[in-house]
């Protein structure tokens, strides 16, 4: 029988490479060789193989391995990985028995190949993926932000980033995080907190040092064992005809310290120098000759590799490859001929390409952009600085910046993402250097708005008020970052940051006003949520509205509705028909004035009104720009509202809709609270309890803050759990919702009171056990809100099913509530059908019910 053709590591990476349909010249530059050698590989593997053309051998290469788990940002290394067989072996071993496992070494000792090949090997083992992220670019801080985006994972409005990661990396998953050692402290901080969120996460880590924390396996790494295999495999790549002998060559070996690094320089120059002048040229200065290979910057032997070619440019090439450094990332040729005004665009473009050729820009030909080794970059502004021009190309990148921002902010809502994300480091950068350029910092700001990083823009919006032309527009700056710290955290900060502006603006009255009046509009519509440990004292808020009130402010009119009330969070009909008219000019006005009427409307009884203006309201707000923070609070408390008083009117089918809505919609997309919180509620009043239990379970993960209004979906989800015969887990769910609430029972919230004696009364009216004790609960008297209505309806069937001496009086108070509460209509209806034993009353229940969407309800009977 003929034996296979043996096809070596770099002959099967040409064969892949073919089967990729690349040239000889494309091959060459993906593995780092001549063409010429490419050529002799190629006739190897067509004499080897018996194939008659390129063609054949394509359609002969092997298709990769695909591994049980997922394995996302693992760099595609150019060579093959050879003689660490045994260490690929022990690291798969540890990965799967260790939380945390460290592979640690000294630079080039070949720590991030080891972790290539293990995590490769290992990804079978983590049905839930995993993931490799370098950590390179990280710096101090910026860690936790790192790992997000090799997850794919973006900060959302009110979700903390480190809870985003946690959720994205649960179950057993596997995460790497290549090159620690300078940002140990903060991976040490991150690997504590995901490991402790998720037991069954493991961690890889490469590093210069151990990073210490609980837990820590740690393989170290020494030199290479088959140091001479890995030379004499690179020499050979360079060039096929490479032969030493093997003393010789142990010897250089052991010269270069095992180091895979070392060697692959070393090996990189064996063609040209030969054994023995390499071994003379190490002895002498051996960071020179090792510095001819490519390699990062890290491994500090790329500065005598850049001199030495930086040496050998002309004028005009330095001069641009020095301007050109300026750029943080990718740059087109109309770029870099902003940064050289003296320059024709074919000058430039001529220069580029020869800078390519010397290997000191990289080009990518499909995008039509250059970058530069971040070494190289490193270098070039070095020469930069110490050159008599580089305050005025300063300048020119500033400028070229402020453009291209304009630019990108006038393309919201279009095709913009791809292009903020090639210069978000420039503008970063020249918003960083601290040059009072307000409207190149505050588009950055709204740039990065739009592109979901919230903790940044507002940073961004503070920077920019700091840099304002005027106390209006620095104040406008610092509205916006309040809105931002309103999704993020709570409204208490936003209503600081409109002090801070107020304070901005002493010489300017009417700028002054509308803050003020801004700030007491906030503290009264958000005290029962974003108030909830330091409510605004009422005097404060009478100082302030008194002061704005002194000069002409549209916002004025709206703050004295929200404190014309004869209590916290009250409001006086007509003084919130007042607003409505002052505000019609200004949707955001407009919509915090229609919510003091809804909450008028709602405080009069009458939850039917209040949800006809929350779809008023609805309507306004989604129609406002979502890269502006403003908007989305507006849409975030909009689409609240019109839920609860969806709900509390027993419009059940419209409250499911617009909770699916809310969860989908721009603004609130992957919200861990207020985008779920409505589907849930709804869910269990709708009978969809799998569908409501799931939610819930979502919502109580995502770690809720203390927050009443939090508490009803869990309170929905005890509904859900008691109404499925499960009542350890009603139990539990009540429990969350106290612990949400800050209360000892639900029953102690003036918010959550009416819903827990309703969710209670209902389990005991369905599992016919404690009747008697709930009927008093369900039956007293709450403060008006959204599910009164629905515990009058339960009481009245308790009422009734115990045939109690007051039943009448049970069934007159729901019937009140059924004017405009369609579910409890249909509790008072099935509840006559119980008290006559009345058939027809109890289909038309059914039906009643089935109209509302309530299905559960519908077929109880």
């Not at 140091?227 to 495999?233: G, H, N």
């Not at 050109?324 to 990332?329: A, G, I, L, M, T």
């Not at 779920?676 to 009043?685: D, E, K, N, P």
């Not at 809100?785 to 308790?798: D, K, P, S, T």
Request: overall charge negative; glycine content about 8%.
């Amino acid at each position: 029988m003929p034996t296979a053709p043996t096809i070596s590591p770099r002959e099967r990476e040409v064969l892949l490479a073919l089967a990729d349909r690349l040239t000889n010249a494309e091959i060459a530059e993906r593995l780092y060789v001549s063409v010429r050698t490419v050529e002799s590989h190629v006739s190897a593997l067509l004499r080897k193989l018996d194939a008659r053309d390129r063609r054949e051998l394509a359609a002969r290469a092997p298709g990769p391995a695909t591994p049980a788990g997922l394995v996302t940002g693992t760099p595609r290394p150019p060579t093959s990985f050879v003689g660490r067989a045994a260490e690929c072996d022990a690291l798969v071993r540890l990965v799967a028995e260790s939380r945390v496992t460290t592979v640690l070494g000294p630079g080039g000792m070949g720590k991030t190949r080891l972790a290539v090949a293990a995590t490769e090997a290992a990804a079978s083992h983590f049905p839930d993926g995993a993931t490799f992220v370098n950590l390179v670019p990280s710096r101090p801080g910026s860690v936790l932000e790192s790992v997000a985006a090799g997850l794919g994972v973006l900060p959302h409005p009110q979700q903390p980033l480190p809870d985003a990661v946690a959720a994205q990396l649960a179950g057993r998953a596997l995460l790497v995080l290549d090159n620690c050692e300078h940002v140990a402290d903060d991976v040490a901080d991150v690997i504590t907190a995901l490991t402790s969120a998720n037991p069954a996460l493991r961690v890889l880590t490469t590093s210069r040092e151990r990073l210490g924390v609980p837990g820590e396996t740690v393989l170290q790494l020494g030199p290479l064992p088959a140091a001479a295999e890995l030379f004499a495999e690179r020499a050979r790549a360079v060039d096929p005809a490479f032969d030493a002998d093997p003393a010789q060559l142990a010897a250089l070996c052991r010269e270069l310290g095992g180091s895979p690094l070392n060697i692959e320089l070393a090996a990189a120059r064996v063609a040209s120098l030969g054994i023995e002048a390499l071994r003379a040229g190490l002895a002498d200065d051996p960071l020179r000759v090792l510095a001819t290979g490519r390699g990062p910057d890290r491994h500090k032997s790329l500065r005598s590799v850049i001199e030495w070619s930086h040496r050998l440019l002309d004028a005009e090439e330095r001069t641009v490859l020095a301007r050109v450094s300026r750029f943080r990332n990718r740059f087109a040729l109309a770029d870099a001929a902003a940064l050289a005004p003296d320059l024709s665009l074919g000058a430039v473009s001529d220069v580029l390409g020869r800078l390519v050729d010397k290997s000191l820009v990289t080009a990518h030909r499909e995008e039509g952009v250059w970058t530069l080794f971040d070494g190289v970059a490193r270098f070039a502004r070095e020469q930069l600085a110490a050159s008599g021009e580089a305050v005025e190309v300063g300048v020119r990148h500033r400028e070229w910046a402020a453009r291209r921002a304009r630019e990108l902010t006038g393309r919201l809502g279009g095709d913009w993402r791809d292009g903020f994300d090639r210069v978000a480091d420039d503008l970063r950068a020249c918003v960083a250097e601290g040059e009072p350029a307000h409207d190149l910092t505050a588009d950055l700001a709204r740039l990065a708005y739009a592109r979901g990083f919230l903790a940044e823009a507002v940073a961004h919006w503070r920077t920019a008020a700091d840099r304002a032309p005027s106390a209006a527009v620095a104040a406008a700056d610092l509205a916006r970052a309040g809105s931002g710290v309103h999704l993020l955290t709570h409204a208490r900060d936003h209503f600081d940051l409109l002090l801070v502006a107020a304070g901005r603006a002493t010489g300017d009255p009417a700028t002054r006003a509308s803050c003020l009046a801004a700030a007491v509009v906030l503290a009264e519509r958000f005290r029962g949520s974003g108030f909830i440990t330091d409510p605004v004292p009422d005097a404060e808020l009478d100082r302030l509205l008194a002061e704005a009130a002194e000069a002409p402010a549209a916002g004025v009119a709206v703050a004295r509705a929200w404190r014309s009330g004869s209590g916290p969070q009250s409001v006086d009909p007509e003084a919130a028909e007042r607003a409505v008219a002052a505000a019609s000019g200004d949707p955001l006005l407009l919509s915090a004035a229609l919510d003091a009427r809804c909450t008028a409307q709602a405080l009069a009884g009458r939850p039917d009104q209040a949800y006809r203006t929350t779809e008023e309201r609805l309507s306004l707000v989604t129609t406002l720009d979502r890269t502006d923070p403003h908007a989305a609070v507006e849409v975030l408390d909009a689409f609240r509202a019109a839920i609860t008083y969806a709900v509390a009117t027993g419009a059940l089918s419209d409250a499911l809709a617009l909770s699916r809505r809310a969860a989908g919609d721009p603004a609130l997309a992957g919200h861990p609270y207020w985008g779920t919180s409505g589907l849930v509620t709804t869910l269990a009043l709708t009978g969809r309890f799998a569908e409501a239990l799931e939610a819930a379970d979502e919502l109580w993960r995502a770690s809720l803050p203390r927050n009443a209004t939090l508490g009803v979906p869990l309170l929905a989800a005890a509904l859900a759990a008691g109404l499925s015969g499960d009542e350890p887990s009603m139990a539990a769910w009540r429990a969350r919702a106290a612990a949400v609430a800050g209360v000892p029972t639900p029953a102690g919230s003036a918010n959550l009171a009416p819903l827990d004696a309703f969710v209670r009364a209902r389990v005991a009216l369905h599992t016919g056990t404690g009747l008697a004790e709930r009927l008093p609960e369900a039956g007293a008297r709450f403060t008006p809100g959204r599910f009164n209505g629905y515990a009058a309806g339960v009481a009245a069937e308790l009422a009734v099913v115990l045939d109690a001496p007051d039943a009448e009086e049970y069934l007159s108070r729901a019937e009140h509530h059924a004017t405009h509460n369609t579910w409890t209509a249909a509790a008072v209806t099935r509840a006559l059908a119980r008290r006559n034993g009345d058939a027809e009353l109890f289909a038309a229940a059914a039906k009643q019910f089935g109209e509302l969407g309530a299905v559960f309800e519908a077929e109880a009977g």
